[in-house]
């Protein structure tokens, strides 16, 4: 958990692992026990992510395509999973906003997290109230990419892709998201990290990079309790 978010009276959050995080679990299975474990704060939503640009607002029927969840009102919980992507809970105490954003590098070179952050002031919150969690991913010490990725993050490359071996690149994804944020208006005092790399923790955290498709997820949520 957060401390950011854990401070705010009625609002829940996690970055679940026991429940869902098993490997070869199939992901309805993992989602079924979240939504089971969370069913006394309210409905626990979840997307098709298919690493866009889309924000869906809660609560939905199925689990319609998009890569950002927001609620405005409480018994509606948000969720996102990840495996090596990057999760991001934002919330508005003032306002009770609350968004999950599932950001890959294809999300956040297309700005999913801004964008998410965007969604929420356009409903009545502001940007230097938001608070923010971001959750374990993948590191800069792991993330080995190619050059190919470079034009998508112009003018912002050169600060977050570092030397590799071969030619290639080391990514902070993470640092890359900090950084949208604190462009999108938050304050960096304001979001906090559970900084720890999925691909260097085999024992504990789902990898997609190291293990493969059937590594379990992490999922993810935020939202108030009902009333």
Do not use: K, N
């Not at 609560?59 to 319609?64: D, F, I, K, L, S």
């Not at 999760?87 to 999300?107: D, N, Q």
């Not at 190619?146 to 690149?169: K, Q």
Request: hydrophobic share 45%.
């Amino acid at each position: 958990m957060a401390p950011q978010l854990r401070s705010v009276r009625g609002l829940h959050h996690g970055f679940e692992l026991s429940l869902a995080a098993h490997p070869g679990l199939p992901r309805e299975v993992g989602r079924a026990r979240v939504a089971q474990a969370l069913a006394a704060l309210g409905r626990c939503c979840f997307l098709r992510q298919v690493h866009g640009r889309e924000i869906v607002e809660g609560p939905w029927v199925g689990t319609p395509a998009g890569d950002a969840a927001l609620a405005s009102r409480a018994g509606v919980i948000v969720a996102i999973e990840t495996a090596d992507c990057v999760p991001v809970l934002l919330a508005e105490p003032a306002s009770r906003l609350v968004a999950a954003v599932h950001a890959g590098w294809r999300g956040v070179a297309q700005a999913i997290v801004p964008r998410a952050v965007a969604a929420l002031v356009e409903r009545g919150a502001r940007p230097e109230r938001i608070l923010a969690a971001v959750g374990p991913c993948i590191g800069v010490c792991c993330y080995e990419v190619g050059p190919e990725l470079l034009p998508s993050f112009e003018p912002a490359a050169h600060a977050f892709f570092h030397p590799g071996a071969a030619e290639r690149f080391h990514l902070d994804l993470r640092g890359l998201v900090q950084s949208q944020l604190q462009d999108a208006g938050l304050v960096s005092g304001a979001i906090d990290h559970v900084a720890q790399c999925t691909s260097c923790a085999p024992e504990r955290i789902p990898s997609f990079r190291r293990d493969g498709r059937d590594c379990g997820r992490i999922v993810s949520y935020v939202g108030w309790a009902a009333d």
